[in-house]
């Protein structure tokens, strides 16, 4: 996972041992090591000993790409030093349904996509997507369970990625000094990107006590003019929670008073929706500009393809410009993978399925769990809506506020991998743990013994 963090001066310790950064002006010999300091003499030599200095000392990065931290690193790290110990890992912890058994691409996707291999369909596609993808992308979106909106084809970019469509949208809204209002807890990029593009991320309140609902006071509180983008993560990663069409309403009255802000939707998880209670928030808005991010990761079990898109929906045509600065960042960056838009548009388009069957098993582990840590002392959790995770909150007076401790324990004593919730917001995240339940119930089961005992000896 990663995230923005302000980052602090290096310390002595960071540097290797070479005098200055190359943006420093050449070091007197008093500060060169001994190897250059040996060769001082001569201009030529005392050249050749700046030259061995600075050619030697390290290369900084820039400051955007280095504030960005992997907070989840921090127990993969550890995870992967057990398993080249012998030790096997039960693994809760990774948001790939390809990680897990059972939950394969389905067929007619992968032959399309190899059959576009073999029919040499390996040239650029149009920047904004393959037309015919582009065509189904708008007729899912007018499709939508619950309701759809009036997407045309021209309204949808294919993208690398939703990551890539968020990169892209921050670069063509933000000004400096723009803010980003995200769900807190949240999937990380929200936070990383905008502070690559001189915004910043404000984080608005989900209410762990109800359902994960988005704290609708706390946005209100939050809305200033320089607020650009408000973004909902809908079903949330991580927490699984689904917002209400009240709510998403409610919502759309706030922004309604904000002109200069647009929505993003993020609805990568929509058909992981087990109570059917889903709904597109473009197709609730009459006026604001609502854009919903959408693609192949998630619901189509093809992370790898890395295919995504962007749907603008912008009733009163007030995003024109920023429409037309994105089309240029699209054209710049080329086109997403010609063959994978092919896979996707085959999923789109053919049986639908063994989407009920995947999502019905999903549904089987995501009781299992709800059980599991109904019986747990230590443990509480609101059930997801939505998506393959949950977000358990730390009763346990030990673990209450100190959620990375608990999950390195928890992997040491019992070789349970989960992630600790500060890692998707230290302010909303803290003292909770995100779990996966991707994998089958026999591992979850075992997963779930081990926590028990942990919980039971601390
Ligand atoms: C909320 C959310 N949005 C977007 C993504 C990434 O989407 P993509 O694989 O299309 O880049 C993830 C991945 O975990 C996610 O949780």
Partial sequence: MINATKSSPRSADDEVPAPAGASVPAPSSESLPAQAKASSGTAADNNAG????????????????????????????????????????????????????????????????????????????????????????????????????????????????????????????????????????????????????????????????????????????????????????????????????????????????????????????????????????ASLSPDVPVITCNGVSKVYYAPGWRIGYLALHDPRGRLEKVRDALEKLLRSRLCASTPAQLGYLAGLTGPKDWMLEYRHRLLQQRDYCMERIAALDGMEVEEPGGSFYMFPRLTHPRWATDDKTFVLDLLHQEKVLLVHGSGFSQQYGTGFVRLVFLPQVDVLEQAFDGIERFLASS
């Fill in 50 to 281: 700046r030259n061995t200095a600075a050619q030697n000392a390290v290369i900084e990065p820039a400051e955007r790409a280095a504030c960005i931290e992997y907070a989840i690193r921090d127990v993969v790290v550890p995870a992967t030093e057990l398993e080249a110990k012998g030790h096997r890992i039960l693994k809760l912890n990774i948001g790939d349904p390809l990680a897990y058994p059972g939950l394969p691409t389905p067929e007619p996707m992968i032959e399309a996509y190899a059959a576009a291999l073999r029919h040499q369909e390996n040239g650029y596609s149009p920047s904004y997507g393959l037309p015919a993808l582009r065509q189904a992308i708008a007729a899912d979106e007018q499709n939508k369970a619950n309701g759809g909106w009036s997407c045309r084809e021209e309204d949808v970019y294919v993208t690398t990625g939703v990551t890539e469509g968020l990169q892209l949208l921050f670069s063509a809204f933000l000004h400096p000094g723009d803010k980003v209002l995200a769900p807190g807890p949240h999937y990380p990029p929200y936070m990383a990107y905008p502070q690559m593009f001189q915004g910043s991320t404000v984080e608005y309140r989900l209410d762990p006590d109800h359902g994960w609902r988005l704290d609708l006071e706390d946005v209100r509180a939050k809305m200033d003019e320089k607020v650009k983008l408000l973004v909902v993560i809908n079903p949330n990663n991580p927490t699984g929670g689904i917002a209400s069409r009240e709510t998403l309403m409610e919502l759309l009255e706030i922004v309604r008073q904000w002109p200069q802000c647009t929505i993003i939707s993020d609805e990568i998880y929509d058909g992981l929706n087990y109570s059917d209670s889903h709904v597109s928030l």
